[in-house]
Structure formats: structure tokens, C-alpha cells
């Protein structure tokens, strides 16, 4: 069973960084499609980043791409998303998630068309101006 655990989370001031972990077990050295989500009040949900852990191919949603860095440690099974020049509407509260093994990330996964199999309990970002 794939269990996603995120951390990092805090309060930051505008142009600050923080940075996520995801800890995922259960992976069993199978490729995954990963990606980061974050949901603010009242607000849908949206797609930040996606990682294919098969091959380290990441893709970005244009409100992050440029700040965001998202990266994966296969050795400790670790994701890590890298937030630079942090905006306030960055806030929100930042989920991983995950689709089953072998399945490649595609543009619906950011768009939220398609449904993902796994997910953390998320982590909250809050950013202030």
C-alpha cells in the first residue's frame, strides 16, 4: 500500500522559500507518476508540478514554472518541491499524490481530469505580503 506523507510546510513572508517533502513508501522501486496540488479556501484544486519517478520527467503549471523545483531522491524515497519567490497566493494547502505504478503523467493529471489513487494529508503553506 502507497502511503504519501508531506512536510515542510510553514509561514513565510513574500519572496521567501520553502521547501515540501513527500515521503512515499510502499513504492516497491516502481516508476510512479507524483505530482504536488494545493487547494486554498474556497478555491478548486490545482496542479503545481508532476514527476514521472520512471525517468525524472517534471512539468509544471505556468502559475509556478520559474519558482518551483521539483526534484526526487530515489535513494531515501523522498519528493521534494523547492518554492522560491513565494507569493501570496501561493497559500494554500499543498497535497502529493499518486497514480497507480507504471502509469505516465499526462496533462490531465495537472488539469485535474484525471484522478489520481493515492494521496497525503497535505501540508499548509501560508504565504503574507
Known amino acids: 500500500q502507497v502511503q504519501l506523507v508531506e512536510s515542510g510546510g510553514g509561514s513565510v513572508q513574500a519572496g521567501g522559500s520553502l521547501r515540501l517533502s513527500c515521503a512515499a513508501s510502499?513504492?516497491?522501486?516502481?516508476?510512479?507518476?507524483i505530482g504536488w496540488f494545493r487547494q486554498a479556501p474556497g478555491k478548486e484544486r490545482e496542479g503545481v508540478a508532476m514527476i514521472y519517478t520512471g525517468d525524472g520527467s517534471v512539468a509544471y503549471a505556468d502559475s509556478v514554472k520559474g519558482r518551483f523545483t521539483f526534484s526526487q531522491d530515489n535513494a531515501m524515497n523522498i519528493l521534494y518541491l523547492q518554492m522560491n519567490s513565494l507569493k501570496p497566493e501561493d497559500t494554500a494547502r499543498y497535497y502529493c499524490?499518486?497514480?497507480?505504478?507504471?502509469?505516465?503523467?499526462?496533462?490531465?493529471?495537472?488539469?485535474?481530469?484525471?484522478?489520481?489513487?493515492?494521496w497525503g494529508q497535505g501540508t499548509q503553506v501560508t504565504v503574507s505580503s
Open positions: 510502499g513504492l516497491n522501486y516502481l516508476p510512479y507518476c
Open positions: 499524490a499518486a497514480l497507480l505504478p507504471w502509469r505516465r503523467c499526462t496533462i490531465g493529471v495537472l488539469a485535474g481530469t484525471e484522478s489520481l489513487n493515492y
